[in-house]
């Protein structure tokens, strides 16, 4: 039985996973005031949480699969990311560049499985943006079923994938993510190559986010909280993954392919972090 609040890693807490009521879990991330995803922070800490719910989901699940009229009320679920809340300034401020581009591994490795594994989730995703969000921080919202953000009334508040302005070249699983989410060729052209900042009433008219709310993180949060009541139940059937699976195979399939021109340096590096 998991302990909440579960703090991951431990002894270096980056984020810090909860449960406030049955069917929901909710993930904070906390590293630093503007959550860089680091390698550590995804490995250690996003990795590991998304195992931990999934686990206490399933058992769940398993509960009401085996006699649905006497646990009708079990595998419902839902799950919540939102930035630091002791703060209304960021959800994430995206990679750790400096860091991420030293690991040529990085995005095969380690970011691109997080996104996968986001974006195939059995129960309901919920990004709670209770800031700016930038770059790979986006990208991560990007990949959870529903997006919810602070309307930016009480503190400016953007979104962003800004590679464009400090010369980051994209991984092929940001293009697919992004082709296979958002409209037409002229709004990925302002996300990609112009790296708009767009506010929060601009999101929502593009649809890059669902709800906008007035207010601080607990708004956000309250928000994105009525939105997992309204469709934990629909993981209950236990298929909320599997269709995703489908819905989104080509993207999955694109994602895993490694287009980098076969380099042993690279093969050997990747050995070197699994072995």
């Given at each position: 039985m998991?302990?909440?609040?579960?703090t991951?890693?431990?002894?270096?807490?980056?984020?810090?996973?909860?449960?406030p009521?049955?069917?929901?879990?909710?993930?904070?991330?906390?590293?630093?005031?503007d959550s860089?995803?680091?390698h550590?922070l995804?490995?250690?800490?996003?990795?590991?949480?998304?195992?931990?719910?999934?686990?206490?989901?399933?058992?769940?699940?398993r509960?009401?699969?085996?006699?649905?009229?006497?646990n009708?009320?079990?595998?419902?679920?839902?799950?919540?990311?939102?930035?630091?809340?002791?703060?209304?300034?960021?959800?994430?401020?995206?990679?750790?560049?400096?860091?991420?581009?030293?690991?040529?591994?990085?995005?095969?490795?380690?970011?691109?499985?997080?996104?996968?594994?986001?974006?195939?989730?059995?129960?309901?995703?919920?990004?709670?943006?209770?800031?700016?969000?930038?770059?790979?921080?986006?990208?991560?919202?990007?990949?959870?079923?529903y997006?919810?953000?602070?309307?930016?009334?009480?503190?400016?508040?953007?979104?962003s994938?800004?590679?464009?302005?400090?010369?980051?070249?994209?991984?092929?699983?940001?293009?697919?993510?992004?082709?296979?989410?958002?409209?037409?060729?002229?709004?990925?052209?302002?996300?990609?190559?112009?790296?708009?900042?767009?506010?929060?009433?601009?999101?929502?008219?593009?649809?890059?986010?669902?709800?906008?709310?007035?207010?601080?993180?607990?708004a956000?949060l309250?928000?994105?909280?009525?939105?997992?009541?309204?469709?934990?139940?629909?993981?209950?059937?236990?298929?909320?993954?599997?269709?995703?699976?489908?819905l989104?195979?080509?993207?999955?399939?694109?994602?895993?392919?490694?287009?980098?021109?076969?380099?042993?340096?690279?093969?050997?590096?990747?050995?070197k972090?699994?072995?």
């Amino acid at each position: 039985m998991t302990t909440y609040p579960l703090t991951l890693p431990a002894g270096n807490p980056l984020i810090t996973l909860t449960h406030p009521k049955k069917s929901l879990w909710v993930i904070e991330l906390h590293n630093g005031q503007d959550s860089r995803l680091t390698h550590e922070l995804v490995n250690q800490g996003l990795k590991p949480a998304l195992n931990t719910v999934e686990k206490e989901w399933r058992e769940s699940w398993r509960l009401r699969h085996r006699d649905q009229k006497a646990n009708k009320g079990e595998g419902k679920g839902a799950l919540i990311i939102v930035g630091r809340r002791d703060q209304d300034k960021f959800f994430s401020n995206g990679l750790d560049f400096a860091n991420s581009q030293k690991d040529p591994n990085f995005f095969r490795l380690t970011f691109d499985p997080l996104l996968e594994r986001i974006l195939t989730f059995p129960i309901p995703t919920i990004a709670a943006i209770n800031g700016h969000c930038f770059a790979g921080g986006l990208m991560l919202s990007m990949a959870c079923d529903y997006r919810v953000m602070t309307d930016g009334s009480k503190r400016n508040c953007w979104l962003s994938m800004n590679e464009v302005h400090f010369g980051a070249p994209w991984p092929t699983s940001f293009a697919v993510i992004l082709r296979s989410k958002f409209g037409t060729g002229l709004l990925r052209r302002e996300i990609a190559l112009e790296g708009h900042r767009f506010t929060p009433k601009e999101a929502q008219e593009a649809g890059i986010v669902d709800y906008i709310v007035n207010g601080d993180t607990a708004a956000v949060l309250a928000r994105a909280e009525e939105l997992a009541d309204q469709w934990s139940a629909n993981a209950q059937g236990g298929v909320w993954g599997t269709i995703k699976t489908e819905l989104y195979r080509d993207v999955l399939e694109t994602i895993r392919k490694d287009v980098r021109p076969a380099n042993h340096l690279h093969d050997d590096a990747a050995a070197k972090a699994r072995l």
